[in-house]
Nanobody
């Protein structure tokens, strides 16, 4: 499985940005896709993920500003970010992993795309 993230960049505070992720390879149809981010000096954290059925899950603090979605047929995913804040500055990583109910555990990562929000 390969994941290609794109769409990062420099944006002023209050602005918007949409990230995209394209998955290729042998992708389990039940896989959950998600976005994580890692700010300098911080641990990687979940931003949002979405199940194969399209059910989203957001980190509580980001709900309302970020929207995640996916096109299962095309194996693509997006993250629409609005009202961006300087604290949203991070490298954003695309992830594909097993659903919570699965016995077989797997997790794949993309290379990351950098988002910088200027104050």
């Amino acid at each position: 499985v390969q994941l290609q993230a794109s769409g990062g960049g420099l944006v002023p505070a209050g602005g918007s940005l949409t990230l995209s992720c394209a998955a290729s390879g042998s992708i389990p149809s039940s896989a959950t896709m998600g976005w994580y981010r890692q700010a300098p000096g911080q641990q990687r954290e979940l931003v949002a993920d979405v199940t194969s059925g399209g059910t989203p899950n957001y980190a509580g603090s980001l709900r309302g500003r970020f929207t995640i979605g996916r096109d299962a047929a095309k194996n693509t995913m997006f993250l629409q970010m609005t009202a961006l804040k300087p604290e949203d500055t991070a490298i954003y990583y695309c992830n594909l992993k097993n659903p919570r109910w699965a016995i077989r555990q797997y997790s794949y990562w993309g290379q990351g795309t950098e988002v910088t929000v200027s104050s």
